[in-house]
């Protein structure tokens, strides 16, 4: 069983292994009862917020964490894959200026890509 921080940690790893753009990693552990993390993340097209999803559900499935809900994948635009204690959010670029989860969350510590665990060969 993983972390929350390892489970970002393979979150973010495989986001900027498939080419996602502006990976942030809010720890909210003090903030919601919803997550220890956010992680949140730009794709260039409504395709890739979908591979972006499909691969991190992967990674994590692998370790031994499939997700337990899935919104949004049929529109493209914003999906969110809650893993319970971490939830992943895939936008394209417009969609996550318009609704600006880092503002919303701006009480949250933002955790460095560097200080996280990646994932285990």
């Given amino acids: 069983m993983l972390t929350p921080k390892e489970m970002a940690g393979i ?5 900027e292994d498939k080419k996602g753009r502006d990976i942030k990693v809010l720890r909210t552990t ?3 009862v919803l997550a220890d ?4 993340c730009t794709a260039t097209s409504s395709t890739h917020v979908k591979s972006l999803t499909d691969e ?3 990674a994590l499935s692998e370790a031994g964490e499939p997700p337990r809900r899935r919104e949004g ?3 493209g635009d914003w999906i969110l894959l809650d893993f319970g204690c971490v939830i992943v ?14 503002h919303l969350w701006s009480d949250a510590e933002e955790v460095p890509l560097s200080s996280l665990p990646g ?3």
Avoid: C, S, W
């Avoid at 979150?11 to 986001?15: E, P, Q, S």
């Avoid at 959010?89 to 880092?102: A, D, G, S, V």
């Fill in 89 to 102: 959010h895939i936008f394209r670029q417009e969609t996550r200026e318009f609704y600006n989860l880092e």
């Fill in 73 to 75: 994948y049929r529109g």
């Fill in 11 to 15: 979150a973010a790893a495989t986001l």
């Fill in 119 to 121: 994932p285990t060969a």
């Fill in 56 to 58: 991190v559900d992967k």
């Fill in 30 to 32: 003090d903030l919601t």
């Fill in 37 to 40: 993390y956010f992680v949140l």
